[in-house]
């Protein structure tokens, strides 16, 4: 699963919000391509001994981290999406988090 944000082990989000701009949003948009291109959706975890903040950079990736199966508190922030990938070492192409898939052209 993954790729998550450094930072301390509790304060997490306070971290975020002062070292990087993140905002606090009450919850993760409807839909993944709700997100700005230029913003990163990062949920923050609190699984009481620790947290953990982690990059949703996909549908699917939102949709594992807003299991509502998961009893344990979540904190969802914005953040630059550069930032994050710098911080989470993912890197992607902007266009390929929206690419359809292309129909083939084969006869």
């Given amino acids: 699963m993954g790729f998550h944000l450094p930072g301390p ?4 989000v306070d971290h975020l919000i002062a070292t990087c701009g993140a905002e606090r949003v ?3 948009p409807a839909a993944f391509h709700d997100i700005p291109e230029d913003k ?3 949920c923050v ?7 953990t903040a982690s990059f ?3 549908a699917a ?9 998961d009893f344990r508190r979540r904190t969802w922030l914005v ?9 989470s070492k993912y890197r992607t192409a902007r266009a390929e988090r ?3 898939p292309r129909a083939s052209g084969r006869k």
Avoid: Q, W
């Fill in 45 to 51: 975890v609190d699984t009481v001994t620790y947290e």
């Fill in 9 to 12: 082990t509790k304060g997490k």
């Fill in 26 to 28: 009450p919850h993760p």
């Fill in 98 to 100: 929206r690419k359809e």
């Fill in 56 to 58: 949703c950079f996909s």
């Fill in 61 to 69: 990736e939102m949709a594992l981290h807003n299991d509502s199966s």
């Fill in 79 to 87: 953040m630059d999406r550069g930032k994050a990938e710098e911080l």
């Fill in 40 to 42: 990163a959706l990062i």
